[in-house]
């Protein structure tokens, strides 16, 4: 499966923004997508995931109550609503695929996007 991450920019604190993870390739509805996101420094971190059905999601701590993630099956989509966005939250944000279930520990995922910056300046 091939992965394509956008959606990132340059906005301000407070703002939104809404990634987009494209799938294509094999059967895309197979897949759970995974978010994770990296800082200059800093090790990769595990952001949001949603299962192959859309019926089951987690978040990190950090997120929770200010992202969403969610799938379009019929846009082969998986989207990542970031609200009240913090400039902690300034990171490339990169989408992850891998069979059935999601997890929050990035090498169980095979497949990658490229990642999408997002800076949140304050």
């Known amino acids: 499966v091939q992965l394509q991450a956008s959606g990132g920019g340059l906005v301000q604190a407070g703002d939104s923004l809404r990634l987009s993870c494209a799938g294509s390739?094999?059967?895309?509805?197979?897949?759970?997508v995974g978010w994770f996101r990296q800082a200059p420094g800093k090790e990769r971190e595990f952001v949001a995931a949603?299962?192959?059905?859309?019926?089951?999601?987690d978040y990190a701590d950090s997120v929770a109550g200010r992202f969403t993630i969610s799938r379009a099956s019929a846009k082969n989509t998986v989207y990542l609503q970031m609200n009240s966005l913090k400039p902690e939250d300034t990171a490339v944000y990169y989408c992850?695929?891998?069979?059935?279930?999601?997890?929050?520990?990035?090498?169980?995922?095979?497949?990658w996007g490229q990642g999408t910056q997002v800076t949140v300046s304050s």
């Open positions: 992850a695929a891998r069979r059935w279930q999601y997890s929050s520990n990035w090498p169980e995922y095979g497949y």
């Open positions: 390739g094999r059967t895309f509805s197979d897949y759970a």
């Open positions: 949603i299962n192959y059905s859309g019926g089951r999601t």
